[in-house]
Structure formats: C-alpha cells, structure tokens
C-alpha cells in the first residue's frame, strides 16, 4: 500500500536558522510530489510541487525540497526561518498507479526567537 | 478570487446525534473532496466528487456517512449518527480538474467535537 512518512512530528528551530523537514514516501513507481502549509486556524495552502524535470524545486515564501527518486524522498528545506513560517507542514504524493493523494500525518515546525 | 467556503466552523454534539457540513468550492473547480484529519494526523480522503459524480468513497463509511453535490457545485457531507471517534475537522477542497498533477485548493475545515 502506499504511504508516506514524514519522519519528524515535531521540529523545534531558532529564527534565523536553516530547517530541512524530511518526507519519505513508500513507492519507486511514477509520483507526484506536493508540500503543504497549515498555519493556525487557516486551509492547508500550497507550498511547492514537483512534477517532473529538475529535482530541486523553489517554492513560496524561500522554501525548496529536492526529489531523490533512489531514497524515495523529497525533503522540504529554507535557508532561513522566520518566526511566520511557524505552521504545520504536510508532505503529499499522489501515485499514478492509484489514482490518488496520500498525505503524511505533518510537521509541526515551531520557530523560536 | 474566494477561496473554499466552509460552514460550520465548529460543531459539538452528542454522540448518536446526526451533523451536516457544507462547502462551496472555488468557482469553476470540477473537482470537490472532502477529507478528515484527526489530530496528530494528516488529512485522509472521505469522498472525492468529479462534477456532481463520485470518482472515489472507498474510504467513506457509508454506514454512517453520506455526501452529495447536486447540481456539480456545493456538496454536504453528512454523519448520521455520529461517534466519538468521528471527532475531527473535516476539510473540504477543490481542484480546476482531477488530475493528479493540479494543487488542491482547501478550505479552513470544520472541527467537529463529538461528546
């Protein structure tokens, strides 16, 4: 069965500071690859996606992940955070082979001063 | 443009008690789900609607739960009854198409507490 794994539920960091949110997902066969932001009381809103061509993809607000088709994985990445990036962050890969999105269980990221 | 409308934003009944949410996708969006997030976890897919036709409820228990989209448009999400396990929000969104390519658009979820 497909799945996804987001391997941190909880990822404390200091402002200013680089994060990298790791997603895993289950299957070596043709996907697409979506993150997605929660802030507060607010929709889930699209960070970045990959689809196909370069694997490092740029996404809103200086946010990037990179697709490794060999580790399965498409970690979410900023050089730099700010205390509004604090939210939830959503890892999702819809598989061609099914027809449909799976969502990881999220990332809470906490940005500290 | 607006975003996906939802309503209630909150609810808390009994349980056995029977609940209805409503949503209203971005304008011109042919794809509507509606998925549940119980907390600690990411949202699962209930019911994805294709125009005012069911694409996919192989996740939706159908004992207690019903949803529609008359006329390709809103939609309602039904439970009757619910349980207290069924304590969750429930996210609507919509997308221009049901390709697996285009980004969902969701709407800010209905938190239902079931007591």
């Known amino acids: 069965a497909q799945s996804v794994t987001q391997l941190d539920s909880q990822v404390p960091v200091f402002e200013e500071a680089p994060v990298e949110l790791r997603c895993n997902y289950s299957s070596s066969v043709s996907v697409y690859l979506f993150w997605y932001v929660q802030y507060p009381n607010q929709g889930l809103q699209l960070l970045l996606k990959y689809l196909s061509g370069s694997t490092l993809v740029k996404g809103i607000n200086g946010f990037e992940a990179e697709f490794n088709k060999s580790q399965t994985s498409f970690h979410l990445r900023k050089p730099s955070v700010h205390i509004s990036d604090t939210a939830e962050y959503f890892c999702?890969?819809?598989?061609?082979?099914?027809?449909?999105?799976?969502f990881g269980d999220g990332t809470t990221l906490t940005v500290k001063p | 443009e607006a975003g996906v409308a939802q309503s209630p934003r909150y609810k808390i009944i009994e349980k056995r008690q029977s609940v209805a949410f409503w949503c209203n996708p971005i304008?011109?969006?042919?794809?509507l789900y509606w998925y549940q997030q119980i907390l600690g976890q990411g949202p699962k897919l209930l019911i994805q609607f294709q125009n005012n036709g069911v694409v996919d409820d192989s996740q939706l228990p159908k004992d207690r739960f019903s949803a529609e989209r008359l006329k390709g448009v809103d939609s309602t999400l039904k439970i009757q009854p619910a349980k207290l396990e069924d304590s969750a929000v429930y996210l609507c969104a919509s997308s221009h198409r049901a390709a697996l390519t285009d980004e969902q658009f969701f709407g800010p979820g209905t938190r239902l507490t079931v007591l």
């Open positions: 304008s011109g969006h042919a794809t």
């Open positions: 999702a890969v819809s598989y061609t082979n099914a027809g449909k999105s799976t």
